[in-house]
């Protein structure tokens, strides 16, 4: 209802980063599949692996706007990775500020 929503690749109980890359690539599918039906204004990713294994090669991007990047026509953004220092994380936070701000609340 707030136009917004968090999902998995993988769907199951794990410690963190313990999912092989196949693992994670078995869930790409499904990850197009909500976007296309849901169509979200856009596409965040809080770790690089993830967002790596999405777009299908490696990201030099270190957070921010996923250039060249869009699942289901919808861009993507990566938000700075957990040992980001507190500057990045600020900035990481306010661009989602802004995002979520620019976006239309009654999309297609």
Not at 26 to 35: N, S
Not at 60 to 81: K, S
Request: aromatic share 6%; with cysteine; glycine share 12%.
């Amino acid at each position: 209802a707030a136009g917004h929503g968090i999902t998995d690749l993988i769907k199951r109980p794990s410690p963190r980063d313990e999912a092989s890359d196949q693992e994670l690539r078995e869930g790409v599918g499904p990850l197009w599949q909500k976007i296309a039906l849901w169509r979200p204004g856009a596409v965040v990713f809080i770790y690089k692996r993830v967002a790596e294994i999405a777009a299908g090669r490696s990201l030099q991007e270190p957070w921010g706007q996923l250039h060249g990047i869009a699942l289901a026509g919808r861009p993507c953004f990566l938000m700075p990775g957990p040992y980001a220092s507190d500057v990045q994380v600020n900035e990481g936070l306010n661009l989602l500020r802004n995002l979520g701000a620019s976006l239309p609340v009654d999309r297609p």
